[in-house]
């Protein structure tokens, strides 16, 4: 059916029985709402879901978008994994993140970018 092509596809179990870690990653120009709308499907998957969520934040660009995913993290009751000295650009923070979500046994790993993508027509 047409409705459930568009669905989230979450990671089978394995042989084992083990659920292997689903990754979402969240694109789309900037302003367009991607942190807040990481926030509420985080809340949402340990929720409903009953996932161990775990948030990326792999936008180090734009000014305050770690906060806000923290804040986020905080409201949805998930963590979250943010740049330290160490790893402090996207691909550094995507690595540690995805590094910690396999060690704890993440359900899912939903990874915030930057929205470095233009809504106009500028050239």
């Given at each position: 059916?047409?409705?459930?092509?568009?669905?989230?596809?979450?990671?089978s179990?394995?042989d084992?029985?083990?659920?292997p870690?689903?990754?979402?990653?969240?694109?789309?120009?900037n302003g367009?709402?991607?942190t807040?709308?990481?926030?509420?499907?985080?809340?949402?998957?340990?929720?409903?879901?009953?996932q161990?969520?775990?948030?990326a934040?792999?936008?180090?660009?734009?000014a305050?978008?770690?906060?806000q995913?923290?804040?986020?993290?905080?409201?949805?009751?998930?963590?979250?994994?943010?740049?330290?000295?160490?790893?402090?650009?996207?691909?550094?923070?995507l690595?540690g993140?995805l590094?910690?979500?396999?060690r704890?046994?993440?359900?899912?790993l939903i990874?915030?970018t930057s929205?470095r993508?233009?809504?106009s027509?500028?050239?």
């Open positions: 059916s047409t409705s459930s092509s568009r669905a989230i596809k979450f990671a179990p394995t084992d029985g083990t659920h870690l689903t990754v979402l990653f969240v694109m789309g120009a367009m709402g991607k807040t709308t990481i926030g509420k499907l985080a809340s949402r998957l340990r929720t409903e879901g009953n161990t969520v775990l948030l934040a792999c936008d180090t660009f734009r305050g978008a770690i906060e995913l923290e804040m986020w993290a905080d409201r949805a009751q998930v963590d979250c994994h943010s740049p330290t000295e160490n790893q402090n650009g996207p691909s550094a923070v690595y993140a590094d910690r979500a396999i704890d046994k993440y359900d899912t990874v915030d929205g993508l233009s809504r027509e500028e050239r």
